[in-house]
């Protein structure tokens, strides 16, 4: 609803549709009241609803051309909160920015076009995050360490911090992304493509015993290491030294996702491993690396049980 004087709902739409941020700002704050309720009515955590809200308010913000009515937002944007904290509960890993990645099953050729600049638009924007903010941003949205706690134990903060930032990364998101859609974006899937050969290129080289030197290649020699069970090491050698004796044994593994983003990059891979390898290797593993300088400075790494 409007109010005397200003403008009409369906005339903010035509206005955003066109590139006007101030006119979207300006629904999602109208609508506000109404898609937190709508959270509340489905999460029944002001935390979690709080957390919706701001999901879906991204999610508007790049699908607001896709809205055929105008005199419809209010609705629409409701529904949006309505599917997210449905899909939250019925998974608990909220993956609304990852909506915006292209459609490459897309039958018209134009859509894909438009959801690839959309992918490009989106990775640039979290590209200009802090690097703590990005980090969380990555993990959450673009990987399946989706939950805090698990997001909490990569990044070696407490779970607080992790919500804080994150929530710190949506409000950045939602300023700044509507006045970037005309600049220009590098291709992000160039980039992660990139960033993809150079994790399985460091896999394979663990396979075929030559580790050392694929790590020397694009790692500092004093990288920094923090282990899943705590340890801290400095170094390529104590990772070598692991990973040569989890080769011999039988273990392999094989890179299933990477998401990337300036110079914070998340690998995610799959681990096999014989029976007489014995214990201490889950099947999954998150690496999660920080470069400086174009080599990576720092590793963190997850392990999750089956």
Known sequence: MSGFGEPADGELVVLAQQGDAGALGTLLARHRGGMLAVALSVMHDPGESEDAVQDASLTALARIGDLRDPDAVGPWLRMIVRNLCRKRLRARQAIPVGHLTPAERAADPQEALERHAQRDWIWHAVGRLSPPLRTVTLLRYFSSVTRYEEIAAVCGVPVGTVRRRLHEARG????????????????????????????????????????????????????????????????????ARVVDVRMAAGTRQRVAQVAASADVVVWETEVFSPAEAGPGCAPWMGWLLDYEGGRVRRVRMIHRAA
């Open 172 to 239: 950045m998101l939602a300023r700044t992304l509507p006045g970037t859609w005309d600049g220009a974006h590098g291709d992000a899937a160039v980039a992660v493509a990139a960033r993809r050969r150079e994790a399985e290129e460091v896999i394979a080289a663990g396979h075929q015993g030559t580790f050392r030197a694929a790590l020397r290649e694009s790692w500092w020699p004093d990288v920094e290491i923090a282990w899943g069970n705590g340890r801290r090491t400095r170094g390529i050698e104590p990772l």
